[in-house]
Every structure is written in structure tokens, then in C-alpha cells.
């Protein structure tokens, strides 16, 4: 699904990424954690293509393309879901109808006809149902005064409607409560398929507590220098990142 190869990037002339390689599969759930700094949300960030960073050296392929070479929306259009990507407020415009539009727009994109309304409707009821948001959310105006947890839930909505093969959730949020990381912790599990994978970033280890992820990295000073499973989640809680430090540098 996706795949990472030496990947160097920059911003403003700053080094950030310095060699990452990251493979994920579909049907897999990855978490990567790391320090503060350690370049979790501009890795998210050129994934998703977003034009700020310089890609300098190395690959990044979905599904064995290149993308690099593709804009953010045209990412998206093949599946590539970023977190928080319309954290916008709209007023007037209800989460419904920001789901439809966004919705139809990629299918424009693909060369698809606009969803049929009752198609759509089936649609937000069944994910709507799926992840136990009620009828007045959708119904309210896109962000507009929404708390920490609804911000999370109609992300994950969001998530849910576009049904994207790669999912990444950039959980920079140090304000997020218990109930916030239920949200997305809930969604994950239950959006999770076969077909699709999830990368989780986070430094909190007490998410994974309610995500089970098949694969946690250490991503530190722009490389990933360690890959385990939800066991290395554990030992990061309990012994911090320094041991990594000094595991690199010996
Ligand atoms: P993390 O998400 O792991 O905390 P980031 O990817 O946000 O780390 O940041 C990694 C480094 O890149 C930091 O030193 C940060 O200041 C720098 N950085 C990230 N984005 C930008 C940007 N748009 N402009 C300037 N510096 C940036
Ligand atoms: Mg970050
Ligand atoms: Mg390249």
C-alpha cells in the first residue's frame, strides 16, 4: 500500500527527514510515536502532499506509484486521508452537506457521477450509525464551536464517508481527553478492514491503549530507528526515548 525508500526532506532549508523508511500493508494499523520535534507531522504532511515541504531525495509510493510528483487533492482522490485536512469553520454549512460536497467532488475527480441522494443518505446513516453520532451533529455547522471530542468525531466521520485506502491521524492534540481518544480509537477499529490501512501518530502511549496497532515505530531525529509491536508502545511509556538515544548512538 505504501511504501517509504530513503526518504530526505527539508523545509525552509532545514533538513527534517534524514533517510525514513516506513512499508505499511493493507489490513495493517501503524503507530508512530516520538518525541516532540521528531518530524511525525511532517512525515503526515508529505505524505499527504502538502506543498511546504521539499522532498529531496528518496520515494514515496502508494501502490507502487510514485506520487510524489501529485498534488494534495489529487492524493487524496486515490485514497490518501489526512487528519484535521478541513478543520476550517464553515458557517451555514452542516457537516452533511460538507460530507456531500466533499464526497462528489472526488467522484467528479474520478470521472464518477454525483452519488444519487438516497445512496448518499443510506451512506451517512450506515457510517453515522456505525460510529454513534446523532442525527443533530450532522446537522450542525462544519466546526463551528465544536468541543475538543466533537472536533475528533466529525473528523472520524469524515474518515468514514471517504472510506480512504490509507488513513493517517496525526494526533498532535495534547488537549486531547479521554473521550476524544475513545472517539478516534472506536473509529479506527471499527473502519479497519482488509482493504485498508491506518498509520496513528501520536507520543501518547494511552492511545494505543484502546487502538491495538500491528506495528509501533520510533521516529526520532527524521528516521525511524525503531519498529516493534504494541509492546514497544509499552516500554516507550515506561522508559521514555532516551534509551533509544543511547541505543543509536552505541
Ligand atoms: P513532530 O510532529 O514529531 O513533533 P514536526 O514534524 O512537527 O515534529 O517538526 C519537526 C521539525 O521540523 C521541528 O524542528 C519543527 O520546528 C520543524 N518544522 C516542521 N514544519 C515546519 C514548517 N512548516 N516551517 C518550519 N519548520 C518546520
Ligand atoms: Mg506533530
Ligand atoms: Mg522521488
Known amino acids: 500500500m505504501l511504501e517509504i525508500k530513503d526518504l530526505h526532506a527539508s523545509v525552509e532549508d ?17 503507530a508512530i510515536m516520538g518525541p516532540n520535534g521528531a518530524g511525525k507531522s511532517t512525515l503526515a504532511s508529505i505524505v499527504a502532499g502538502k506543498e511546504e515541504y521539499e522532498v529531496t531525495e528518496g520515494n514515496i509510493l502508494l501502490n507502487g506509484e510514485d506520487i510524489e510528483e501529485l498534488a494534495a487533492e489529487e492524493r487524496a482522490h486515490k485514497g490518501v486521508f489526512l487528519s484535521f485536512q478541513y478543520p476550517v469553520e464553515i458557517p451555514g454549512v452542516t457537516v452533511t452537506n460538507f460530507m456531500k460536497t466533499a464526497i462528489n467532488e472526488t467522484r467528479k475527480a474520478q470521472g464518477l457521477e454525483e452519488m444519487p441522494a ?5 451512506k451517512i446513516r450506515e457510517k453515522s450509525e456505525l460510529l454513534d453520532i446523532d442525527r443533530k451533529f ?5 466546526n463551528q464551536g465544536f468541543s475538543g471530542g466533537e472536533k475528533k468525531r466529525n473528523e472520524i466521520f469524515q474518515m468514514a464517508m471517504m472510506e480512504p485506502k490509507l488513513a493517517i491521524l496525526d494526533e498532535t ?3 486531547l481527553d479521554i473521550d476524544a481518544l475513545r ?3 472506536n473509529g479506527v477499529n471499527k473502519l479497519k478492514s482488509k482493504d485498508n490501512a491506518v498509520i ?3 507520543h501518547y502511549q494511552r492511545l494505543l491503549d484502546y487502538i491495538v496497532p500491528d506495528y509501533v515505530h520510533v521516529l526520532y531525529d527524521g528516521k525511524i530507528v525503531k519498529s516493534g509491536t504494541k509492546e514497544l508502545a509499552l516500554e516507550l511509556e515506561e522508559k521514555g526515548y532516551d534509551w533509544i538515544k543511547e541505543e543509536i548512538n552505541a
Open 200 to 202: 496513528v501518530i501520536t
Open 118 to 122: 438516497k445512496d448518499m443518505l443510506k
Open 173 to 175: 492534540d495534547s488537549g
Open 183 to 185: 472517539i478516534v480509537a
Open 138 to 142: 450532522l446537522s450542525r455547522s462544519l
Open 14 to 30: 532545514k533538513e527534517i527527514l534524514k533517510g525514513l523508511n516506513l512499508n505499511v500493508k493493507a489490513g495493517e494499523v501503524h
